[in-house]
T-cell receptor, first 115, second 113 residues
Framework: DAGVTQSPTHLIKTRGQQVTLRCSPK?????VSWYQQALGQGPQFIFQ???????QRGNFPDRFSGHQFPNYSSELNVNALLLGDSALYLC??????????????FGDGTRLSIL | DQQVKQNSPSLSVQEGRISILNCDYT??????FLWYKKYPAEGPTFLIS?????DKNEDGRFTVFLNKSAKHLSLHIVPSQPGDSAVYFC????????????FGKGITLSVRP
């Protein structure tokens, strides 16, 4: 049973560049959420996708955008990268209609470093 | 504004003893709470959850207690094992629908052999 998979594992970018991170949800899950975890902090909710639409959004600027594909996989895009965007980006998946019995499963994350 | 607070950054416990990890929250609309464990270079792993209609939930060595009037929950691990050494995050959800989790900063638990 495949868990949540994320790629790439590590990424180094420079200020002003754009980045795309990818996530495949756990088998059987249809809802994907993205979180940002800065050093020494807990994960912070960015947004959630279900049925290829953004359903909820946290307190992040429009530079952060996403997409969900028909196979439920998802991408997180960040434009005009800032030094403060350096963080671990976590993807989590669940089943939309059984969320109470399906706690979010997390991937191992993508470590993004901005120089 | 930190709505979920884990005020103790670290805890050290002897193997076999009880570990008690605390978490406080400020938003009275939170009604579903979860604990996750995280090892270095891995994503958070779900441990146990509790709905606001309960005050206790057990799963093996792990028990979560919820005190709604105090807006406080705690995770008890008995007995503690060296493999429990990790960062523990408390998380809360508004709707009980497990959709937009608010996390604390985490507590680093060290279990000494």
């Amino acid at each position: 049973d495949a868990g949540v998979t994320q790629s790439p594992t590590h990424l180094i970018k420079t200020r002003g560049q754009q980045v795309t991170l990818r996530c495949s949800p756990k088998s059987g899950h249809d809802t994907v959420s993205w979180y940002q975890q800065a050093l020494g902090q807990g994960p912070q909710f960015i947004f959630q996708y279900y049925e290829e639409e953004e359903r909820q959004r946290g307190n992040f600027p429009d530079r952060f955008s996403g997409h969900q594909f028909p196979n439920y996989s998802s991408e997180l895009n960040v434009n005009a990268l800032l030094l403060g965007d350096s963080a671990l980006y976590l993807c989590a998946s669940t089943l939309f209609w059984d969320r109470l019995n399906q706690p979010q499963h997390f991937g191992d994350g993508t470590r993004l470093s901005i120089l | 504004d930190q709505q979920v607070k884990q005020n103790s950054p670290s805890l050290s416990v002897q193997e076999g003893r009880i570990s008690i990890l605390n978490c406080d929250y400020t938003n009275s609309m939170f009604d579903y709470f979860l604990w996750y464990k995280k090892y270095p270079a891995e994503g958070p792993t779900f441990l146990i959850s509790i709905s606001s209609i309960k005050d206790k939930n057990e799963d093996g060595r792990f028990t979560v207690f919820l005190n709604k009037s105090a807006k406080h929950l705690s995770l008890h691990i008995v007995p503690s094992q060296p493999g429990d050494s990790a960062v523990y995050f408390c998380a809360a959800d508004l709707t009980g629908a497990n959709s937009k989790l608010t996390f604390g900063k985490g507590i680093t638990l060290s279990v000494r052999p």
